[in-house]
């Protein structure tokens, strides 16, 4: 009697991680895609704020003016940050990079002053540069104002299309793991199907026998959750330290965003399911419990 009572604590116990270490697996590539949406909103935004445009000034404009005019720039909600780049400093970037000094073969610095601009996420389209544009062109001592207008609309495009890919993922992903997590619960559920029946012919009421299944259930999610948060900051760490200019896309948000989901997930979905599993034995005749 004694080894039987064992034999089925060891089964029980195998059932439990058989089904503990299933749901890991399933919100683990859940947190995944979490992460991976939430990085890939990260780098949209990086990309656009490093996205400018270049503000060509008149060679008549002095220091003062320039310095004062950089300064309204940045009271204007569209600047991140604004950079003035003098005539010389231009030349000295050029001849740095050309390897050759412009003004010995020409007589004259070709070079204008300028201010270079980024700008803030939400204003990084042609749209709303166009507006900006013609804004500044009203001053006289503008000349010309530059920006990569094919760049930043290839990467708006490629951004809505990835967007729309793993808000998509995300979707059929969450389905699939409700079905997943559901099949491996009511798995566990199925070996006591005849002791759900017994305890409704005792007269256990409905919520009585479900709360220990649930409980079960949640528990295990909860651990698994857990467990899988765990793998994904281990390997965020690791990911940072191979990368470490991900930091600015990796961020401390998005790993406990990320952490926060898998625990709602592993805690709903787990719950959800249990309910579901025991119901649908709950509402079966005996007979019926003998042909599943």
């Known amino acids: 009697m004694k080894k039987k009572r064992e034999h089925r604590s060891t089964g029980s116990g195998m059932q439990n991680l058989t089904a503990g270490v299933s749901i890991l697996m399933v919100l ?93 996420n939400r204003y990084a389209n042609s749209d709303s540069i166009a507006l900006i544009v013609k804004e500044l062109k009203k001053n006289k001592c503008v000349q010309e104002v530059t920006y990569p207008k094919d760049l930043m609309d290839a990467v708006n495009k490629n951004i809505r299309g990835i967007s729309i890919f793993l808000l998509a993922l995300a979707g059929v992903l969450t389905f699939i793991s409700f079905a997943l997590i559901n099949n491996i619960i009511r798995l566990t559920v199925y070996s006591k199907r005849f002791l759900i029946h017994t305890m409704k012919l005792t007269g256990a009421s409905w919520s009585f026998i479900r709360r220990p299944f649930v409980r079960r259930s949640v528990g295990m999610g909860v651990v698994s959750a857990l467990l899988a948060d765990a793998l994904l900051w281990v390997g965020a760490q690791r990911l940072l330290q191979w990368e470490p200019e991900l930091s600015a896309v990796v961020t401390a948000e998005v790993m406990l965003l990320v952490s926060l989901a898998v625990l709602l997930s592993g805690v709903l979905l787990t719950w959800l399911c249990a309910l579901f599993s025991v119901g649908r034995y709950l509402r079966m005749k005996a007979c019926e419990m003998y042909y599943i």
Not at 42 to 59: A, H, T
């Open 28 to 120: 683990l590539v859940l947190g995944l895609v979490v992460f991976f949406g939430l990085t890939a909103r990260n780098l949209s935004v990086y990309v656009r704020e490093n996205i400018g445009f270049s503000i060509l000034l008149s060679d008549e404009m002095r220091e003062g003016d320039i310095t004062q005019m950089k300064r309204q720039l940045d009271k204007e909600p569209y600047v991140r940050q604004s950079e003035y780049i003098s005539k010389k400093q231009a030349l000295k970037e050029q001849t740095e990079a050309m390897g050759t000094d412009p003004a010995e073969f020409l007589g004259y610095n070709p070079f204008k002053p300028s201010i270079e601009v980024k700008l803030n």
